[in-house]
């Protein structure tokens, strides 16, 4: 961990760090919607990472129920 941290592969800097809390059979733990963590939450546009966060996507392709019509 200690080599790989902070180098760049493909223009991305590479974190690392200890799982103080590590389960066994946790170690490929996922978001929601089965991607890192990180990528759910994201707000930023990052094409090299799909796009906007999962939530984000969501919240944009979402239909719009909410729709008040009023008649004059």
């Known amino acids: 961990m200690r080599y790989i941290n902070g180098t760049r592969l493909d223009d991305r800097i590479i ?3 200890w799982d ?3 389960v ?3 170690q490929y733990g996922r978001g929601k919607t089965g991607g890192q963590v990180r990528d759910e939450y ?7 990472r799909g796009g906007y966060g ?3 996507q969501q919240k944009v ?5 909410d729709v008040t019509v009023f008649n004059r």
Request: cysteine-free; aromatic content about 8%.
């Open 15 to 17: 974190r690392t760090d």
């Open 24 to 26: 066994e059979g946790r």
């Open 54 to 56: 999962k939530i984000i």
């Open 61 to 65: 392709s979402a239909p719009i129920h």
């Open 20 to 22: 103080a809390g590590f």
């Open 42 to 48: 994201r707000t930023d546009f990052d094409g090299g």
